[in-house]
């Protein structure tokens, strides 16, 4: 069974992971991934600015990525259409198919991998909502850029209003920009194939995915290149934190792990008068024994003197160290005691 464990917690026990509590955490943060972008889509006018405030900057720095790699895409089809189909596709097959690997096979590395992720998406979520940003592709026509992804929508199986499939473009935020997941976590899945590829083959896998990640977004008109650098640093953030959130994870596991024996056994205790039948005898009721003698208990509530025994009756010694016997039946006759 896959395990797991905390790095730089030194003495942290081993967390056994399963895939039946694993799928549904993971199905609850692209959820909420999901419906942060759609509920995030913030005022159109605002995004639009924000897109065109991205530009500006981008002229102020003298790069422009995005135009001659937009005019390659919408010249060549067959560069053109791979790269619809590699954006539209890949972002959700080869994160959660590299989930499952390391599950299986660098189990000892899941945990910190998965809480990097993780972290980073909800930072990014953040970004959506704080910074709705209009992309290239949806900017006027005199600003230059052509969506390749309606250019070339005969093609594949999205529709030409998003990279959604047909008919659900209005159910995404298309203005959910800044920063660009596509390649953050394109490059989660790069350092992962790196870090634990184990071969060449893997290790260039780990290099080319997110750089073509970053030049395909770029070149369909999703993204911007200060997105790409956003989606880099959101990585870099979650990678930083990700050690304090397992850290609190631990903390909050530990108290209630010590929280629930300690309710158990309180509801034991209530529960243990039902189950015998005798009240619990007070402080007050119980007998007190002398310092030269003990009292023998041979049924509940009946006592006789030190060293008296009745036949086949089972006994318990009443001190400092043992409770009377509550048990409601004689173990010579079977009747109750209250009974005789």
């Not at 230059?144 to 250019?151: K, L, N, Q, S, Y």
């Not at 770029?218 to 930083?240: E, I, K, P, R, S």
């Not at 007070?282 to 049924?299: D, H, N, Y």
Request: charged share 15%; proline share 8%; glycine share 10%.
């Amino acid at each position: 069974m896959p395990h797991a464990e905390t790095p730089g917690t030194g003495s942290a026990p081993r967390l056994r992971l399963r895939w039946w509590t694993e799928l549904p955490l993971i199905v609850l943060v692209y959820a909420c991934y999901s419906a942060g972008r759609l509920l995030a889509r913030g005022d159109v006018s605002s995004a639009v600015n924000h897109g065109l405030e991205i530009l500006r900057i981008e002229k102020m720095l003298y790069l422009n990525a995005e135009h001659p790699l937009n005019r390659l895409f919408t010249r060549e089809p067959w560069l053109g259409v791979p790269a619809d189909f590699w954006y539209a596709s890949l972002h959700y097959v080869v994160t959660p198919a590299l989930l499952v690997w390391i599950f299986k096979w660098r189990s000892v590395h899941y945990r910190a991998a998965r809480t990097w992720l993780m972290t980073s998406t909800f930072i990014g979520l953040i970004g959506f909502t704080l910074l709705p940003t209009c992309p290239p592709r949806l900017l006027s026509p005199e600003h230059g850029f052509v969506d390749t992804m309606a250019h070339y929508s005969s093609y594949g199986w999205w529709g030409g209003e998003a990279s959604a499939p047909r008919g659900l473009g209005g159910m995404t935020n298309q203005y959910a920009a800044m920063p660009s997941l596509h390649v953050g976590w394109a490059l989660w899945c790069g350092v992962m194939l790196w870090r634990h590829g184990g071969t060449r083959t893997a290790k260039t896998a780990g290099v080319v995915y997110p750089l073509v990640t970053t030049i395909v977004v770029m070149g369909t008109a999703n993204h911007y290149f200060l997105d790409a650098v956003a989606g880099a640093a959101v990585m870099g953030v979650g990678l930083l934190l990700a050690p304090y959130v397992m850290r609190g994870a631990d903390r909050a596991r530990a108290r209630f792990a010590g929280r629930v024996p300690l309710i158990a056994a309180q509801a034991s205790e209530a529960a243990e008068p039902t189950r015998t039948g005798a009240a619990t005898p007070s402080p007050a009721a119980a007998p007190t024994a002398s310092p030269g003698a003990e009292t023998s208990i041979v049924s509940a509530g009946c006592q006789t003197s030190a060293g008296e025994r009745i036949p086949w009756q089972r006994e318990s010694r009443f001190g400092p160290e043992a409770e009377p016997d509550a048990s409601p039946t004689d173990a010579g006759d079977g009747a109750p005691a209250a009974a005789r």
